[in-house]
């Protein structure tokens, strides 16, 4: 109990003690997991309004591997990404391996399916006929597109916190790809793993109550995004 | 209505910006290590025991700033750090397990192996001590906790400790095995709190014991055996074998941890928080001096 308190008291002094090596430890996991996300948007949500608006044959096998790729342990995507950036693996010539891009590109990984997945729920969800209607009103197919995204807001909002949570909270594939290296590649969930095997109990709890605050901040803001201009009760 | 919606329409955008410059920031950065990044980047697998104890958050900012080298850490167990030489994934070992080492540097992987320290493993355990260890010999201790089948923790990673582990196992002709051996598949310091929280024994490296004091209620009950001596050498990856190894950096590092000021610096570390040194440095040593005592 008295580590609680101790790291809650320990956090505060951190991050309005504005220490440098703890808030470039925070900077780094809002950089590293932002860019995730983005990244894990502009590929997760075409192919989710993609499959949500498109019938062809195969489609449920498409579905059904976006489906499995929300439910893939990070462990593994980062076991097969360092493989890939290993000095000596295919693309070893890249030099990724033990960046921060390497974190982004686990991370990536692991947050497209579930934002895939998730605007393709949030958009089939929607009333099939209004889509015809749309487009029976004279809308152009991209048209019609952007109608639906834009009446899908809450779920494909929703699709956005899951990813970034799910980029944020991640830890195994970051270690093994990022290496946890201090200064470089060190975020704030690898730093709270790395002070536990230390014995730094105290610390530990002041990291996770700064990435507890940070994903809190991050949701926040999204959150009033999502319901911007909406009323649920007319 | 419409303001509502342009407010957010603007947020959106700011947060796209925002992550875009994020993202820019480190591509900045990235071309300008890219410059030489075979010869400055520097990639040292070592063992946790470094690291958790602090010796190299203690020896690394010296060496980059005279060297210019970039040092990238990579703690795992030692026999993880070994595969890595053996594939030319690392530039330098740093590492604890000399027999394992040896058959590394003779499948020509690593060249330059040389001796930068020691310190020694210790059986750690309750202070109640069921097994009735304190003090005896590692033959005697082992076979006590066997016998009493007292629950013993072990690594069970394959780091330097556990090799160091199995080692003292074999010696005794004891198959460890049953409920009361307990395997943790993680590091020293966790090993340890593993051990406090079940009232069990384990074997430890004096240094990750002595930073791990303050979080533990066990106790040193076994030490000062010969067979307990923990060495760590230094190897070079061979870049004959692996073109991609940065030689030359590998060369520094090893070279400043037996340089003069590195060897003082291992001396001291540790000295003024645990009240004793944490690492002997025994640059230009060799093993038989070791056995020979």
Redesign the interface.
Known sequence: MDYITKGLWQALQLIFGFNQEVVEVAWLTIKVSGLAALISIIIGMPIGCWLATRDFRGKKVIISVVNFGMGMPPVVVGLLVSIVLWRYGPMGWTHLLYTPWAMVIAQTIIASPIIASLSFAAIVSLDPKLRMQLLSLGATSWQAIFMLVKEAKIGLLAAVIAGFGRAVSEVGASMMVGGNLKGETRILTTATVLEVSKGNYDVAIAFGCILLFIVYGVVTILTFIQHNGRQEHP | ?KK??Y??IV??LC??V???L??C??QAQ?PAK?VE?AVKDI?LATT?STR?SGLL?YLLPVFEKQSGYKV???AVGTGAALKMGE???ADVLLVHAPDAEKKVMATGATINRRLIMHNDFVFAGPKADPAKIKKSSVENALKAIADNKAVFVSRGDDSGTHKMEKKLWNFVKIKPEGAWYQQAG??M??T??IADERHGYTLTDRATYL??K??LTLEILVEGDKKLLNIYHVMEVNSKK?S?VNAAGAKAFGDFLLSAQGQKMIAEHGKQKYGQPLFFADGGKTEQEFSAK
Do not use: C, H, W, Y
Request: glycine share 10%; hydrophobic share 45%.
């Open positions: 209505m509502t919606r407010f957010s947020m959106i947060m796209t925002a992550l875009v994020a993202g920031g480190q990235a890219k990044p990639i946790t958790d958050d990238k850490v990579i594939k030319g994934e993680a590091g310091a966790q340890l709190k930073a791990q303050k979080n692996f991609k």
